[in-house]
């Protein structure tokens, strides 16, 4: 790893971390490289920063320097899913009810979206 910033399990047993070199990679609960999602999605990252994984294994990315957060599904090509309103994601968490919590450390606050 490079920079290791943020840090999530995955339901499978396995894990998921951002890195400050702008990348954000998935392991097997063996601990062995799954993927990083710029090479598996040939998406760009400007500096990922929270991880977190859906129930459904879907992995989302906050990133800080373009101030979104997309979803990255097991199969399929990503997702923006807030592009507006961020300006500084940081770490965020997913709940069971399908609420996603984003802490923005440039307003000081916990935003929460459904």
């Not at 951002?18 to 990348?23: K, L, P, R, T």
């Not at 990922?48 to 957060?69: F, H, I, K, N, Y």
């Amino acid at each position: 790893l490079q920079g290791p910033r943020y840090v999530s399990p995955v339901p499978s047993g396995g894990f998921v971390v951002s890195e400050e070199c702008g990348d954000v990679k998935v392991f097997m609960s063996s601990r062995k490289l799954l993927c990083s999602l710029s090479s598996k999605y040939g998406h760009q990252f400007g500096n990922p920063a929270g991880v977190c994984v859906d129930r459904d294994g879907s992995v989302l990315v906050a990133d800080e320097q373009r101030r979104t957060v997309h979803l990255f599904p097991e199969h399929g090509a990503p997702i923006c899913l807030v592009s507006t309103g961020l300006r500084r994601p940081a770490g965020m968490a997913c709940s069971s009810s399908g609420h996603l919590f984003v802490a923005d450390t440039g307003e000081n606050c916990v935003k929460v979206f459904k």
